[in-house]
């Protein structure tokens, strides 16, 4: 059994920061990617970043490019996303995800409960 628990999620201006992480309890690997995924009010969920197993390979969605930042911690086995310059469009829930990586796409297998982000203007 896997599970993930994320943590950072909060209220900030726009243009500030926050860094969600991602914890996942497990006895071993039982995936290759970890991903981040979000969803606004009445949006469908979307992928955000996503990393493969041993830090090689960030996927970034278009809309956060340049932005956002994924990163692991493979010991702990633990996944952050650094959130720069955020906008209120941001506003989401977001959730972390681990699955199987399918060429450009982490296909989740587990899920986190999320956090929530909200940026004001």
């Known amino acids: 059994q896997v599970q993930l628990v994320e943590t950072g999620g909060g209220s900030v201006q726009a243009g500030g920061s926050l860094r969600l992480t991602c914890a996942a309890s497990t006895s071993n690997y039982r995936f290759n990617c970890m991903a981040w995924f979000r969803q606004a009010p009445g949006k469908e969920r979307e992928g955000v970043a996503h990393?493969?197993?041993?830090?090689?390979?960030?996927y970034y969605a278009d809309s956060v490019k340049g932005r956002f930042s994924i990163s692991q911690d493979y010991a702990k086995k633990t996944v952050y996303l650094q959130m720069n310059s955020l906008k209120p469009e941001d506003t989401a829930m977001y959730y972390c995800a681990a699955g199987a990586r399918s060429g450009d796409y982490c296909g989740p297998s587990y899920w986190g409960r999320g956090t929530q982000v909200t940026v004001s203007s």
């Open positions: 990393i493969s197993i041993g830090g090689f390979r960030p």
